[in-house]
């Protein structure tokens, strides 16, 4: 099965975290690729998770960025996927560069060259 991928909306980040996955995106559960952008679709964060509003709510207590949070995309990745979400999370990471991830964001030559094809699409 291919990977599902969300295209880019509105969060409010302010809201009770249930609210934060729209009744479409939770038919997939909570396991997958997230990314947040500010008010100017910059990205911001790419991050994964089995329990993503658990996370999200980290976020939202500790990070120094989240004030920034305008949008959100999600992506999941089901068992019988090609790639996993940790791949596509890596990929990300290593060719978009988001400013505000502190792993995975110098992979050699050979290792960006590799994950190259496992990029999800931009959320927008």
């Known amino acids: 099965m291919n990977p599902v991928h969300f295209r880019a909306r509105p ?6 975290w249930p609210t934060w996955l729209t009744p479409e995106e939770r038919e997939y559960g909570q396991d997958g690729l997230y990314r947040f952008y500010d008010a ?3 990205l911001l964060y790419v991050g ?21 949070v305008a949008y959100v995309a999600v ?5 019988d996927c090609p ?8 990929a990300s990471i290593a060719h978009e560069k ?13 290792v960006e060259l590799s994950l190259r094809p496992h990029v999800p699409p931009s959320g927008f």
């Open 40 to 42: 100017r679709r910059q």
């Open 83 to 90: 790639i996993s979400s940790a791949t596509a999370e890596r």
């Open 11 to 16: 969060i409010d980040r302010e809201a009770d």
């Open 75 to 79: 992506s999941f990745f089901p068992g």
């Open 98 to 110: 988001p400013p505000h991830n502190k792993n995975h964001t110098c992979p050699s030559p050979a």
């Open 48 to 68: 994964i998770s089995q329990q993503m509003m658990v996370r999200w709510s980290a976020h939202r207590n500790r990070a120094k960025w989240w004030a920034q």
